[in-house]
């Protein structure tokens, strides 16, 4: 793993995604990506881009070690989601659950899931969203994108577009 002078994982493309995990290191500026780095593509029936030039993406929701509760902080990426959703009646989503790799592997497993369901619970209470819209899964301790183990940034639910 390459390290700048302050010994950070080098983002030469700016995806936020380190160079060693990603599939695409000369990702476009501006572009949404997921957590390996490669470009999400536009929904169909969406335009390719945004007015500012960017892929059509989603913002992921963070959280504490061990928990599946959802703070105040993802209130706005949520609001986010749910707006998008609303906005494109057709688009259904993968909620991808994910944790850092301080538990043991099955307990992972199964809290990303409950993350993720957490997402989708949201969604659909407060939003209205139909949960038939919205799928669960967990990547549970795999596929991190911090390299730290207790990683905040691997505590998190990714929404996906589904194929």
Known sequence: TD???NGVVLD???DNVPDCKDSEPNTEE???VDITGKTISAVAGLPASTE???DVGLPSIYFSTGSTKLGYSNYPALTEVAKFLKANKDAKLTVVGHTDSTGPKEFNQKLGKRRAQAAINHLVRIYGINSNR???VSE???NGIAL?????ANRRVD????K
């Open 3 to 5: 390290v700048d002078e």
């Open 52 to 54: 500012s030039g960017a």
């Open 148 to 152: 730290s183990k207790a990683a905040r």
């Open 140 to 142: 549970g301790s795999d």
């Open 134 to 136: 919205l799928t669960a």
């Open 159 to 162: 929404f996906l577009f589904a």
């Open 30 to 32: 501006g572009a949404q």
């Open 12 to 14: 030469s493309d700016g």
